[in-house]
């Protein structure tokens, strides 16, 4: 049998652990809002009860960011159900035909979800009818550029965030700035039918030859309420181009997956290329003359990349992560919090059984 301090050490061991674990908050408890859950359709192409469709036309759906990899697509038309593929791009769905719907014809498409986690799924139903031809053809876009220079600020955390709160850091201090240059690419808007569904690429470099092939290296979606849609990029430090001129070629991508011709167009780097004297640099980091400031996060592997840039040629949402072992997010502090609450309690349990052990001696005495 267990001598009574043997027993009494035990109980307090189990009690020491199962407080410390009910009082630290789960990564859910801290931070969940329960929205990662949710299957929300935000816009589609075509609308419900939308006419004119084009025979040659596709199922465009923007969403919440999980749907990607979640929804599914069913399309059932005159002849049944429409074979069909469907493809993320850039964050947003497109579901094809494997061949032309048919002319003035009534179809019926099904977006729905299966989340047996969660039961927050999504049902929606989206009826349209065809027009009699196909889309017609993208035109080649109309593009404007800019260039200027911005500062770009590195920063490191310097203070662990509020009890409570799930940022990733209380305090940041700068310990870098640097004096780059940004393009500009202004696209205009094709003006055909898929509204909201046309994708925006540009590709720059010192001169035509080369921008003449290649993936683009920023994206971007166009808006049919706004005339033009303005792509940004990096191009590196100023003073570091290479050559007296900037080259963007320029081409629109639509739900069918068909490109526009490109174009290409050229400006000259001037000033955006020439550093700043450190005298006309005002106090709060920016340059005179307008320049704005962009801050990266230091996650302590050097200096970050560009944020936004894209050499696959899709916008992306992006989300820093911390390496293995960094202290990020609400995971840590829960983690922290749990090792807290144990030491809390163990140093309890080895006062107590210290106050025991000399009323013990005593006693023998």
């Known amino acids: 049998m267990l001598r009574?301090?043997?027993?009494?050490?035990?109980?307090?061991?189990?009690?020491?652990?199962?407080?410390?674990?009910?009082?630290?908050?789960?990564d859910a408890d801290a931070c969940s809002t329960g929205e990662e859950w949710i299957y929300e359709v935000h816009m589609t192409y075509p609308a419900e009860g939308a006419i004119d469709v084009p025979v040659d036309g596709a199922i465009a759906v923007h969403g919440t960011s999980n749907l990607a990899g979640e929804l599914k697509v069913e399309v059932n038309g005159p002849n049944g159900v429409v074979p069909g593929t469907l493809e993320?791009?850039?964050?947003?769905?497109?579901?094809?035909?494997?061949?032309?719907?048919?002319?003035l014809a009534d179809y019926v498409a099904h977006l729905w979800t299966e989340d047996p986690i969660s039961g927050d799924n999504l049902d929606q139903l989206?009826?349209?009818?065809?027009?009699?031809?196909?889309?017609?053809?993208?035109?080649?876009?109309?593009?404007?550029?800019?260039?200027?220079?911005?500062?770009k600020e590195y920063t490191k955390c310097v203070a662990p965030p509020e009890p409570g709160d799930c940022s990733d850091c209380g305090a940041y201090e700068v310990i870098k700035v640097e004096e780059r240059i940004r393009l500009n690419v202004s696209i205009e808007h094709p003006g055909g039918p898929f509204g909201d569904f046309y994708l925006g690429h540009e590709r720059h470099g010192a001169s035509e030859a080369e921008v003449a092939e290649g993936a683009s290296h920023e994206s971007g979606?166009?808006?049919?309420?706004?005339?033009?849609?303005?792509?940004?990029?990096?191009?590196?430090?100023?003073?570091?181009?290479?050559?007296?001129?900037?080259?963007?070629?320029?081409?629109?991508?639509?739900?069918?997956?068909?490109?526009?011709?490109?174009?290409?167009?050229?400006?000259?780097?001037?000033?955006?290329?020439?550093?700043t004297p450190a005298s006309d640099t005002d106090t709060d980091g920016d340059t005179d003359g307008?320049?704005?400031?962009?801050?990266?996060?230091?996650?302590g592997a050097g200096p970050s990349g560009d944020a936004g840039s894209s050499t696959d040629g899709d916008p992306s949402e992006s989300g820093g992560q911390g390496g293995?072992?960094?202290?990020?997010?609400?995971?840590c502090r829960s983690t922290n919090n749990v090792q807290g609450g144990a030491a809390f309690f163990l140093g309890l349990l080895l006062a107590w059984a210290r106050g025991r052990r000399r009323r013990g001696e005593g006693f023998a005495a």
């Open 4 to 26: 009574p301090l043997a027993r009494s050490l035990l109980a307090l061991t189990g009690l020491a652990a199962s407080l410390s674990l009910t009082l630290a908050p789960t």
């Open 88 to 103: 993320n791009k850039g964050g947003r769905l497109f579901w094809r035909p494997d061949a032309p719907f048919d002319p």
């Open 126 to 151: 989206l009826a349209f009818t065809t027009a009699e031809e196909s889309a017609p053809p993208i035109a080649a876009p109309s593009i404007s550029i800019s260039l200027s220079k911005y500062n």
């Open 221 to 275: 979606w166009l808006y049919a309420d706004e005339a033009t849609t303005t792509i940004s990029d990096d191009l590196g430090l100023v003073g570091s181009w290479a050559g007296d001129e900037v080259c963007v070629r320029a081409w629109v991508w639509d739900p069918r997956g068909i490109e526009s011709e490109a174009v290409i167009a050229c400006a000259p780097i001037g000033d955006a290329n020439v550093p």
């Open 290 to 299: 307008g320049t704005d400031t962009d801050t990266d996060i230091d996650t």
């Open 324 to 331: 293995e072992g960094d202290d990020v997010g609400c995971g």
